[in-house]
């Protein structure tokens, strides 16, 4: 459970869910109910990690792709696995060119229920989370471009598929461990 839904989208500067969680759990004894506020909640490890923890949680981040992450990340639990994986499906047999075909099948995709709106979201999420990975940047912490970096042309569909299958993988626990 502990990189459950964290690394749907990693974010290299950020805390890690185990750091999070200790800090929780230190404090534990002296709070009985806290409400928490991450002034600065990056892609929304803080609040993941208290909603997994069933603690009331605020996240505030200037970022707008970070905001977006930690928002799907946080509001997504609902969305049933078998759907995602139905809609991904559908957009694989019209995405197996390249990156700009995925983004492409993701954006034709016109959602119809709020169920499919979080789904586009999580297509949004895996979309964004393997771009470092396909491309020629490399973390160092900071990124920066490798020119000695290859990167195979079936990279963005191995990544893409694994994200999507890891995505689902979660949501089937969080449904089965948070009902709520």
Same mark, same amino acid.
């Given at each position: 459970v502990n990189e459950c839904v964290h690394r749907w989208a990693p974010y290299v *500067?950020?805390?890690?869910?185990?750091?999070?969680? /200790?800090?929780?759990?230190?404090? +534990? @004894?002296?709070?009985?109910?806290?409400?928490?506020?991450d002034p600065f909640a990056g892609c929304g490890t803080v609040p993941v990690q208290a909603k997994i923890d069933g603690y009331e949680s605020f996240g505030v981040e200037?970022?707008?792709?970070? *905001?977006?992450?930690?928002?799907?990340?946080?509001? /997504?639990?609902?969305?049933?696995? +078998? @759907?995602?994986?139905?809609?991904?499906?559908?957009?694989?047999?019209d995405a197996l060119a390249n990156l700009?075909?995925?983004?492409?099948?993701?954006?034709?995709?016109?959602?119809?229920?709020?169920?499919?709106?979080?789904?586009?979201e999580l297509l949004n999420v895996a979309f964004a989370s393997?771009?470092?990975?396909?491309?020629?940047l490399k973390r160092t912490p900071c990124l920066g471009y490798w020119r000695a970096k290859t990167v195979d042309d079936n990279a963005p569909f191995v990544l893409f598929n694994k994200k999507v299958l890891e995505m689902a993988e979660d949501l089937k626990l969080l449904q089965s461990e948070y009902r709520d």
């Amino acid at each position: 459970v502990n990189e459950c839904v964290h690394r749907w989208a990693p974010y290299v *500067q950020g805390f890690s869910a185990s750091f999070v969680q /200790s800090v929780f759990e230190h404090y +534990s @004894q002296e709070y009985s109910s806290p409400i928490i506020l991450d002034p600065f909640a990056g892609c929304g490890t803080v609040p993941v990690q208290a909603k997994i923890d069933g603690y009331e949680s605020f996240g505030v981040e200037l970022n707008p792709l970070l *905001q977006y992450i930690a928002d799907v990340k946080l509001n /997504s639990w609902s969305v049933r696995p +078998s @759907q995602l994986l139905k809609i991904y499906h559908k957009l694989r047999t019209d995405a197996l060119a390249n990156l700009k075909r995925i983004k492409g099948g993701i954006d034709s995709f016109v959602p119809r229920t709020d169920e499919q709106t979080k789904i586009k979201e999580l297509l949004n999420v895996a979309f964004a989370s393997i771009l470092i990975d396909s491309s020629m940047l490399k973390r160092t912490p900071c990124l920066g471009y490798w020119r000695a970096k290859t990167v195979d042309d079936n990279a963005p569909f191995v990544l893409f598929n694994k994200k999507v299958l890891e995505m689902a993988e979660d949501l089937k626990l969080l449904q089965s461990e948070y009902r709520d």
